[in-house]
Each structure stands twice: as C-alpha cells, then as structure tokens.
C-alpha cells in the first residue's frame, strides 16, 4: 500500500515508535514517502551502487530504540548521493554525526518527553529563528546524545540541558534534530519539517486530497477477494473500513458485531442506530457467555488481549461455517478497521525484521492466532484516528458516527485492573456512564479525544453514614490526542471532576473513593492494560 505513484521521500526506519507518525507528517505536507529497513536499504544499495537512489528525493532516518554503539553498519553510502538532502531524527541525528567523524557518548542523563529547545543565534540557521518561538517547547526520547559534531557541521539547536538538539551542515542539505518533530507536542515540529523539505531539500507539495482514496483502491486491487467478514465494533475505525469495502464489494460485505459481555451501557445503543441509519448489513452475534468463561480467573493483561483476540477468531469461524453450510456463501477475507498505532504498539510492521518493540498486544493484530481460515483485509493499517475520521466525512458519514470516542475492542477487560468479574463489570459500566452523562452536561464531550474510567484492584478506607467502609477504587482517564501516538491528560474543570466523584461514589455500589490519571503517553499508555 505504500507503493505509489507518489513516491518521492526514502524513510529508513530504525525501530522508532514513531515512523509511521513521520509518513503521517509528510502527508500533512503534501508529500509521499515508503519506508523501509535499514537491511532493505543497504540490499537496494549494494544491488545498483550507481541507481539504487534515483527515485527518492530526500533521506529521513528514523528514531530507534537501540544504541548506535550496538549498530556496527556502515552507513555512508547515504551520504554519498549527490548532495541528496538528509533528516536524522534523534537516534537517526546521532547515527549522521556518528558516521560522518563526529562523537556519541552514552548517555549519564537522558532527556525524556517534554523539553526547551533553543535556536543557536551564532548558526547560519539562525537567519530563520524568527519562525521559530524561541526557546520553543519538544518531545524528547533519548539517552546517548552528540557530545562533539562532525567537521564543517554547526549546532543550531540547544537544549534547556545544555545538549547538542540539533546540527547542520554548513553547504550541504543535511540536518540532525535530537528531538521528535512529528509528534503533535513538538511545537515547530510541522513547520521544521516543512523547512526541511522545501527550503533544504527544494521539493514541491505533489499529493491531492484524493491521493488515500488512491491507494486505498490500489490495495484492493491487489486482493482477490470474495465474500467478506468485517470484524465490526461500531467505532470510526470498523465503521469507515466497511463503508470503504461496501462501495467497493456492495453485497459480498457481512458485518458481524460480537456481544463479548464487555460493552459500555452506550454500546448496543449505538449498533441499533448505525443497524437503522447506515446501509450496512449488520448481524449480531451473542457470545458473552463464551468469553466471560474463558477470561475467568484471568489476570495479565497480555494474555487478556491475546485471548480476546482468539476467541474472536474463533467466534467468527463458526459463523463462517454456519454460511457455507445454510447459505453456500464462501468468506475468503476478514475486514479490521486497524490503525497504525495498533500495529506500532503491538510489534514491529516489518515483522521479525523490525527492531521496533511490542508496547503491548492489540487484539486485532499482536492478539490474533498465527494461522487463520481467512485472510485480513485492512485498508486503514497505515492511517492514524485523525486521518480516518477526515475520510469518513469525506465518505458521508454522520459527523456524531465519526468522532465518537475511541474504544477498545477487548472493551471493559482492559478497564479492569486484575480478574474480570461481573461486579468489576457493573462497576465500571455505572462508572463510564455517569462520567459520560457529566460529560455531555458540562459540554467536554466533543473537547476531548477519549475518556474512561477504570477499576484499580485495591480498596481504601471510607465513610459512608456515619459508618467505617473498605472499599474499590475507580480512576478516570481522560486524554488530548489527535492520532493516538502521543497523549496529554485533560485540564478539566474542578466542578466538573467533583460531580463526577459525587455521582460514582454515591450511585455506584462497593467505590470509596475516585482519583484522576494525570499522566501523558509516553510514559504511560492511554488505556491502563
């Protein structure tokens, strides 16, 4: 699906957890991009030494989680490229300096998420700082750092630390950045990125609003496909992957929702108006009491996701079967509405090859059995939530259809800290409602990208008339986001929080107390399991 027409940036991705966020960027910008192994790169190198470059147009090396002290490759043949232009970002800035004479040290201090950039007003690059706010806030994610930079090389970034941030060739189109600019917390990230391509690198905006659209039906053209299965949750993502599918594949599209016992109050609600108001064929199928069995007792969240995500499979087996038997109807794929973030966090999207690591295990990809009856079909894999919810309008969907909230498709297993019981279950379904109902009250509900609440497995002292009381916990989640990636929690309202906390503390049966998660992702996730 990355192969295109529109082909012209070379992302050689170290196994950053943010590659694909860097495409996404480039996307933004107007431009296309393929990534690709550093192994693939070097195997397109020493097949055509002379040629092996002529398509690109610009070298973007990606972040990674490992040391370049454990990276024994030779990578000048990059550099090598008729001046082509090239962006090293953190672990990609210290593999340029690396490899072209400067020094890394390991590092004594890391810097970690947010920090203070500022602009060397002795650089060349300096000329420019008044795009810049200076000093301008970054994400940073590193512990070796530059310590002295390569000859014929200027620092043009510092960070608050006194660390080399940034270095730049003083004739040549090569530039280093320690910190992330294609994350959303990176205050001049875009517009760093856009200097790079268009003032450093001289290339000129070459997508169209069409250009998704575009790949998306290459992807499907690549397939050939007969009756399809959709996987179908009801969210953004499963709702704008059928409605793509159902345009292409008309009646050969079934979606098949999954009653696992682990919805929200608000859930089967929604699949009654989506089942009325969307053409979509849509078919529910009762199993709660099939995962509830198999998930008693369980505790790990790995093995949590790893299971839901076989007996879905399994689930959806038998109603395979039920078709060819009854109906004579033959599936050959299953349609998931998977985002890149899923894939990121679960494992590499290089498979065995990749160097990036599993964060933990999505359902539908790092949960899924490694043989299956059917083949997936994901048309959104390398898309993030923002970018499928411009596609869905785009598609005519209702707007309230399209931004609503994310959800799991484990659902609640993962908002319940410990072993999933049924009075864990009405807890946090009582919880989720009450902070929705206050939500929609105190108008937050459109001004936030997820909200949640959660059951931690401990009990704490309370009173309730008058009376000594030990009892559960509940934690609320909420989160500013546009794709996932990265996160920040909510600044909400006081009064909003304390009715929240009334409200649970005195409606939900067996919780003391209500606490708030004001922790960013990285470090933390946006779901707790």
Request: aromatic content about 10%; hydrophobic content about 40%.
């Amino acid at each position: 699906m990355n192969k295109s027409k529109f082909q012209k940036i070379l992302i050689i991705d170290f196994g950053s957890q943010y590659t694909q966020l860097i495409s996404r960027r480039l996307r933004d910008l107007g431009f296309s991009s393929l990534l690709m192994l550093p192994a693939d790169v070097q195997e397109l190198f020493e097949n055509d030494k002379e040629n092996w470059s002529a398509s690109f147009s610009a070298f973007i090396l990606s972040g990674g989680p490992q040391s370049i002290f454990a990276d024994t490759n030779d990578y000048q043949f990059l550099f090598e490229q008729a001046m082509k232009p090239v962006l090293g970002i953190c672990y990609g800035m210290q593999l340029m300096a690396h490899q072209l004479g400067g020094k890394v040290e390991r590092g004594i201090q890391g810097e970690y998420g947010n920090a203070q950039v500022t602009v060397n007003l002795e650089s060349h690059f300096s000329r420019i700082q008044n795009k810049f706010n200076d000093p301008f806030s970054v994400w940073m994610s590193h512990f070796d750092h530059v310590v002295r930079i390569p000859e014929n090389f200027e620092i043009i970034f510092n960070s608050a630390q006194n660390m080399i941030a940034g270095i730049k060739h003083c004739s040549k189109p090569w530039v280093g950045v320690q910190f992330h600019p294609e994350v959303e917390q990176t205050i001049n990230g875009i517009l760093f990125l856009q200097h790079f391509l268009e003032k450093l690198a001289g290339l000129v905006p070459d997508r169209t609003e069409v250009s998704t659209l575009e790949e998306i039906e290459a992807y499907f053209s690549s397939k050939k496909v007969g009756h399809i299965l959709c996987a179908f949750s009801g969210g953004v993502d499963s709702l704008v992957a059928a409605r793509l599918c159902q345009m292409r594949y008309g009646e050969n599209l079934h979606c098949f929702f999954v009653n696992h016992g682990l919805q929200r109050l608000q859930d089967m609600e929604h699949i009654k108006i989506l089942a009325r108001e969307t053409s979509l064929k849509i078919v529910t199928i009762e199993a709660e009491d099939f995962f509830l069995a198999a998930l008693q007792g369980m505790t790990d969240p790995e093995l949590k996701r790893k299971t839901i995500g076989k007996l879905f499979i399994e689930v959806f087996d038998r109603k395979v079967k039920e078709y060819q038997d009854k109906e004579g109807i033959v599936f050959t794929h299953l349609l998931q509405g998977t985002l890149y973030p899923d894939v990121i966090e679960s494992f590499s999207p290089h498979g065995k090859q990749g160097t990036s690591v599993t964060i933990k295990s999505h359902h539908n990809v790092g949960g899924l059995p490694d043989k299956m009856n059917l083949e997936l079909l994901e048309p959104l894999r390398t898309m993030f939530k923002d970018e499928v919810r411009k596609l869905g309008i785009h598609l005519g969907l209702q707007k309230g259809m399209v931004y609503r909230h994310p959800f799991p498709g484990p659902g609640l297993a993962l908002r319940i800290i410990g072993e999933i019981t049924k009075e864990g279950l009405a807890i946090v379904r009582q919880s989720d409602q009450i902070l929705l109902d206050e939500m929609l009250k105190f108008d937050c509900y459109n001004q936030t990208w997820q909200a949640f609440t959660v059951l931690l497995p401990i009990r704490t002292v309370g009173v309730k008339g008058d009376e000594r009381v030990y009892e559960k916990v509940v934690a609320i989640r909420m989160v500013q986001s546009s794709d996932g990636m990265t996160a920040s929690f909510s600044r909400v309202s006081f009064d909003f929080l304390a009715e929240v906390s009334r409200r649970i503390c005195n409606e939900v049966s067996g919780v003391t107390r209500v606490v708030y998660d004001i922790s960013s992702k990285p470090p933390a996730t946006i779901e707790w399991e």
